[in-house]
C-alpha cells in the first residue's frame, strides 16, 4: 500500500503547540544529537517565517522552514530542512525540497532561492537546479 502524506505549510503565529514541538523535537533530533552540531538554533528567524511539514498519519517525516526575502539572505530562502531519521530512503528528502520551493514561490512569487547546505549533500541539491556558491566553511 502506498503512503499518503499530509504536506501543508503554516505562519508560525497559527502553528499549533504540537506541530511546534514536533518541528523543535524533529530539529534537535537531527541537528544537535545526529549531527552533532551544537548550535542556537532559536535564531528569531521562526517567527517570520512558514514552516513546512509532511506528516504520515501523527509522524512527522520532514520539516523546512521557508523564509521570505529579506530575512535571512536578499533572496527567499529555505532552511533547517531535515527528514526524520526513521523516514530516511523512502525518497522524502526529494518531496520536501520540491514542496518547499512550489511554497517558496507561492508564498513570494518568482525569483531566486537561497540554502545553506551540507557539502555531502551537494549533488542532491544540484539535481534541483541549486548551484554552490562561496568557500566551503564548518557550521
Known amino acids: 500500500m502506498e503512503s499518503v502524506y499530509k504536506i501543508y505549510y503554516k505562519a508560525f503565529g497559527v502553528l499549533n503547540p504540537g506541530e511546534l514541538y514536533d518541528a523543535i523535537k524533529l530539529r534537535n533530533e537531527v541537528f544537535v544529537v545526529e549531527q552533532n552540531c551544537i548550535f542556537q538554533d532559536a535564531d ?6 512558514f514552516h513546512l511539514f509532511i506528516y504520515e ?3 512527522l517525516l520532514a520539516y523546512a522552514r521557508l523564509i521570505p526575502p529579506g530575512l535571512g539572505y536578499e533572496e527567499m530562502s529555505i532552511g ?4 526524520s531519521p526513521a523516514a530516511r530512503g523512502m525518497g522524502i ?3 520536501l525540497v520540491a514542496e518547499s520551493i512550489k511554497a517558496c514561490k507561492q508564498l513570494f512569487g518568482e525569483g531566486p532561492i537561497r540554502i545553506g547546505a551540507q557539502y555531502y549533500l551537494l549533488n542532491f541539491y544540484r539535481s534541483f537546479g541549486f548551484r554552490e ?3 566551503i566553511y564548518l557550521e
Not at 44 to 49: I, Q, S
Not at 80 to 83: A, D, G, L, P, T
Open 44 to 49: 528569531g528567524k521562526d517567527l517570520d517565517a
Open 57 to 59: 498519519e501523527n509522524r
Open 80 to 83: 533547517r530542512i531535515v527528514s
Open 93 to 95: 528528502g526529494r518531496v
Open 133 to 135: 556558491e562561496g568557500e
